[in-house]
Structure formats: C-alpha cells, structure tokens
C-alpha cells in the first residue's frame, strides 16, 4: 500500500489567497484526520472523520478552516482566507476504527504550508 | 482535558549508550492508551510503541522500552543501543479509551553523537 497519501507537500501562498490541501487515506481505513503542526502548539488535532462524517470538529481554530471528505478514499482541508499564522505543516492520518481495543494511526507526509 | 507534557526539550546521546525520554499526563480516565511517535528529519510520524493501561507489563519493541508508572502518570521510553537513525523528535501521545482522538506533547528532540 501507497500509504498516506497528501498533496500538495509544500505550499507557498499570500496573505487572503484560499488554500486547499488534499488528503487520500490508505484503502480500506474509515477514519480520517486532520493535524496541524507549529513550533508554538506543537501537534493539534483540527478534526476527524468516521466513514466521511465529521465526528469532532473542536480543533477548527476559526471561520476560515473548512473540511470535508465527500467519499471514502478523498479529503480536503480548505483555508480561506489565509493568514501568516496559519503557516504549518499539516497532516494529514487514517486508521481503522473498530470495536477492538486502539486503532493505530498512519500518518501521511505531511504538507508544509507558507502564507506570506 | 488530558494534558501530555514532555519536560525535556532536548536530549543527547552517545551511539551505542541507552537514553530515557519522559513524559508525564494527566488525566482522571482509568481506560487509555500511550504512545510513542517518532518524526525523524523526514517529518512522517512513525509509531515506536505503545502501552495500554490496563497491562501492567511494561511494552518493548526492540532497543525501545518504556515504564510505565500508572499512579504517577508517568511514561517514559528507554532506547538501548542508540543508533544514528534515531536522531528524530519524539512525542509522547494520550488516547482515551473508545476515542481515536490523540493528545500529543511538545516532543524532546534526540541527537545522537558519534
């Protein structure tokens, strides 16, 4: 398996532009998540899918964050308008949610967003 | 809300010699999961291992161990053997029992000198 697939890996952008990052998670997985990485706050959850609902959404810092999963195998995590301080990496995890005791998260490769 | 908190920013550590990284949590839950993620250079987060709270065996997985001191709310990894390609940032991560939500801490950032 490809793994976590995320796109773009690097994104520079200017202050008020829309940014769109794209996630694919490994086949068959039924949760997804959404990270966001900063020297300053370390790793933060922003939010997570269960079979494309979004279940927890408490992370989104505001307004101008958005998130979907229309299907299975795609989401996206949209910023608009963007902001210096949205400068991150974000990430972009999967696993296989069940019954069973923990479910391990495979992490993509991240993207590193750069708003000027 | 849990809390993870990794006090050392930063550790060293010769090649070949054994470091231990801490991290403590709070929380009032009595079913959770620990873990240990590493983010080398690359920075995709890989699982080193993980702890379930209601075994009182402290998890290994190769040069890596952890202790796992349930009253104290303490967790820390032990690596045997340090090796080049364990140069990464480490964080330590809480998950509540029948959540998938993670709570990560800061993460130490390990050097290993030759």
């Known amino acids: 398996d490809a793994g976590v697939i995320q796109s773009p890996r690097h994104e520079v952008t200017e202050m008020g532009q829309e940014v769109t990052l794209r996630c694919k998670p490994i086949s068959g997985h039924n949760s997804l998540f959404w990270y966001r990485q900063t020297m300053m706050r370390g790793l933060e959850l922003l939010i997570y899918?269960?079979?494309?609902?979004?279940?927890?959404d408490s992370g989104m810092p505001e307004d101008r964050f958005s998130a979907k999963m229309p299907n299975a195998s795609f989401s996206t995590l949209k910023i608009q308008p963007s902001e210096p301080r949205d400068s991150a990496v974000y990430f972009c995890?999967?696993?296989?949610?069940?019954?069973?005791?923990?479910?391990?998260?495979?992490f993509g490769p991240g993207t590193r967003l750069t708003v000027l | 809300a849990q809390t993870v908190t990794q006090s050392q920013p930063e550790m060293s550590v010769q090649e070949a010699e054994t470091v231990t990284l801490s991290c403590t949590y709070d929380t009032s839950e009595s079913d959770y999961y620990l873990f240990w993620y590493k983010q080398p250079p690359s920075r995709q987060m890989i699982l080193v291992i993980r702890?379930?709270?209601?075994?009182?065996q402290n998890a290994t997985e190769n040069r890596f161990s952890v202790n796992f001191q349930k009253a104290a709310k303490s967790f820390s990894l032990k690596i045997s053997d340090s090796q080049r390609g364990d140069a990464a940032m480490y964080f330590c991560?809480?998950?509540?029992?029948?959540?998938?939500?993670?709570?990560f801490g800061k993460g130490t950032k390990l050097t290993v000198n030759p």
């Open positions: 899918f269960n079979n494309n609902v979004p279940i927890d």
């Open positions: 995890a999967s696993s296989l949610a069940g019954s069973w005791s923990y479910n391990e998260q495979f």
């Open positions: 991560a809480y998950s509540q029992g029948g959540s998938e939500k993670l709570v």
């Open positions: 702890q379930e709270a209601y075994k009182q």
